[in-house]
C-alpha cells in the first residue's frame, strides 16, 4: 500500500447522522468517484478497500455502468488463458 495518504477529518457527529461507519463512508466516497469517471474501477476498489469482484457487486447493485475497455477485456483474456479457459 502506498505510504503517501492523507487524512479527511470527519467529525462523529456527521457519520453518527448520516448512521455511517468509516467504511462506509470510504465506500460512498469511491462509488461516486467512479460513478463520475474520476477514479478509475482499479482505484475506487482500492479506496473502498474491497476486492475487485465485490467492488464491481456493489456497483451492479446500484445500477451503475462499468467501464469495460479493450484492456479490460485483454486482462480478462489473459486471466482466463492462464487458467486454461
Given at each position: 500500500?502506498?505510504?503517501?495518504?492523507?487524512?479527511?477529518?470527519?467529525?462523529?457527529?456527521?457519520?453518527?447522522?448520516?448512521?455511517?461507519?468509516?467504511?462506509d463512508a470510504k465506500l460512498e466516497l469511491a462509488v461516486a468517484l467512479y460513478a463520475q469517471r474520476r477514479l478509475s474501477v482499479g482505484k475506487a476498489r482500492q479506496l473502498a478497500g474491497m476486492t475487485l469482484a465485490a467492488f464491481r457487486r456493489v456497483l451492479a447493485d446500484r445500477r451503475i455502468p462499468v467501464d469495460y475497455d479493450e484492456d479490460d477485456l485483454e486482462g480478462d483474456l489473459a486471466t482466463m488463458a492462464r487458467f486454461g479457459f
Open positions: 500500500m502506498d505510504t503517501d495518504t492523507v487524512a479527511i477529518i470527519v467529525p462523529r457527529a456527521i457519520l453518527d447522522s448520516a448512521r455511517m461507519s468509516v467504511d
